[in-house]
């Protein structure tokens, strides 16, 4: 017995002692108490795009050409999105307003960040941030790139905290980074540029392609014809979405949440590149949410400091937007009950309300929906829920603790 206990460790031996020739493996397995990441990275980089997809992923991806994504990338972002150490109390991740079940957004209208402060703005979800437009990145269009937008709440004084300088100190003691950094960028050495670059590579890596929705558009190819596995009430919400039911009339959902390189309009032919993959343009918008000037918030005029587009803020992605209220850039609208009821009756007479939310008499216009018609607006939004995503382990928190 005492010989086979010999042989069984002696054998354990040899298979620890060739694990640790094997660098990938060693590397990856030395931090077991730290995180917990598999064997072989998880395929980030080459994912199964539905067709309907196709037009957006070769047109429309933001991807730099020094920022690829590689499995190893996304690892290392993985991680540092997740990782407290990134604030200056190291009591917030990027992840403590971006959580994975909310769509990547959170469920407070302001985020408590470092110190307990609140945040400006209501945190946003985000999936498919990959196909976003350029220079459209934050509510107020202030970050020109994801790698850009990606250091400003590490370094906002209300959200982490901490000057890119002292955050690369404090990481290059952080033992456990080596051999992530090794694996992405082929050397240890940490810069604020390779972290911006891996939370980017992890951002984008998160690609929402399995909805209600997505299935729909499958099967029918076209936009305006009825979904066969949505509900009536749901091809209802999508047919007032889409503006079939108000002919001629610019400016519903469609116009500005799923616009595409021509005019959209329902008799015209299949918008077979209509932006279903974030259902956002690259405009931003006034929809009447205030009367006048006078507010804490004026979003796009104040950054281009021209008052024509005060008031103006991202027309956001509404993938997973039944996971992410409270709504719009103040979380002022708690359910998309009351976003639909915004659009039904309460837009307000801006002084630059978007002409496309206003009627023939350049009045607010109020889609004065019915109860059974605001009721399909919001199941309609619902099917664009990708539940997969929002529990898939690739995207989850690697930490042990
Ligand atoms: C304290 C809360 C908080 C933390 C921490 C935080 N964010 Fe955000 N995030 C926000 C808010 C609020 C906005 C909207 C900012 C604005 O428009 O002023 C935002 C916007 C974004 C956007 C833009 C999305 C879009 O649609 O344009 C991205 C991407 C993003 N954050 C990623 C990150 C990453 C990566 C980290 C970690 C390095 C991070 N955030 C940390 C609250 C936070
Ligand atoms: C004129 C362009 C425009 C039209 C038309 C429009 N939206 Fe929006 N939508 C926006 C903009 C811009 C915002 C962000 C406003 C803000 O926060 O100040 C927004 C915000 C939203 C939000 C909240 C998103 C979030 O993350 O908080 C939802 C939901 C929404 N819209 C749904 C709809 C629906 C449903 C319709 C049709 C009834 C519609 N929108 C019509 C531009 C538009």
Redesign the pocket.
């Known amino acids: 017995m005492r010989s086979l206990i010999f042989i069984f460790s002696f054998f354990v031996a040899i298979v620890i002692v060739s694990c640790e020739s094997d660098d990938t493996s060693t590397i990856r397995n030395g931090y077991n108490d730290i995180y917990n990441l598999p064997e072989t990275p998880y395929n980030y980089s080459n994912p199964s795009f539905p067709n309907t997809f196709t037009p957006y992923v070769f047109g429309f991806d933001n991807t730099p050409s020094d920022n690829i994504i590689s499995d190893d990338g996304v690892t290392l972002g993985r991680v540092l999105f997740y990782d407290k150490k990134l604030s200056s109390d190291n009591t917030i991740s990027c992840a403590s307003c971006h959580k994975q079940e909310f769509g990547f957004s959170d469920n407070t209208p302001k985020s408590i960040g470092v110190s307990g402060e609140h945040t400006f703005r209501?945190s946003?979800?985000f999936a498919n941030a990959g196909f976003y437009a350029a220079e459209n990145f934050s509510?107020d269009h202030q970050a020109a790139t994801l790698e850009d937008q990606i250091l400003i709440p590490i370094t906002d004084e209300l959200e982490m905290g901490i000057t890119l300088e002292n955050l690369v100190e404090k990481l290059s003691n952080l033992a456990y980074y080596e051999p992530l950094f090794i694996n992405a960028f082929g050397d240890s050495q940490i810069t604020s540029t390779k972290i911006s670059k891996a939370l980017s590579q992890f951002v984008r890596s998160i690609y929402s392609y399995n909805t209600k929705y997505d299935r729909g558009i499958e099967i029918t190819k076209d936009i305006f014809i009825d979904f066969p596995n949505f509900t009536t009430k749901e091809n209802l919400g999508k047919d007032?979405?889409n503006g079939k039911l108000t002919p001629g009339a610019i400016?519903?959902?469609i116009?500005?949440?799923l616009p595409n390189s021509t005019p959209l309009h329902f008799d015209q032919p299949i918008p077979e590149n209509a932006n279903q993959v974030i259902f956002s343009g690259a405009e931003?918008?006034?929809?009447g949410?205030d009367i006048d000037l006078n507010v804490e918030d004026n979003?796009l005029g104040v950054v281009l400091n021209v008052e024509s587009f005060y008031?103006?803020?991202?027309?956001?992605s509404?993938r997973n937007?039944a996971l992410?209220a409270p709504?719009?850039?103040?979380g002022r609208?708690e359910t998309?009950e009351d976003?639909?009821e915004h659009?039904s009756t309460g837009v307000l007479a801006h002084p630059y309300l978007?002409a496309?939310?206003k009627n023939g008499e350049g009045e607010p216009r109020h889609?004065n929906l019915t109860p059974e018609e605001s009721e399909a607006?919001v199941a309609f939004?619902k099917t664009l829920t990708d539940y997969e995503l929002i529990i898939d382990e690739k995207f989850s928190n690697p930490f042990v603790n």
Request: aromatic share 12%.
């Open positions: 209501n946003m979800g509510w007032i979405f400016g519903t959902c116009t500005c949440h931003p918008d006034n929809i949410l979003g008031g103006h803020f991202k027309t956001p509404l937007i992410t709504y719009m850039h103040d609208l998309l976003v639909v659009y978007s496309h939310m889609l607006l939004m």
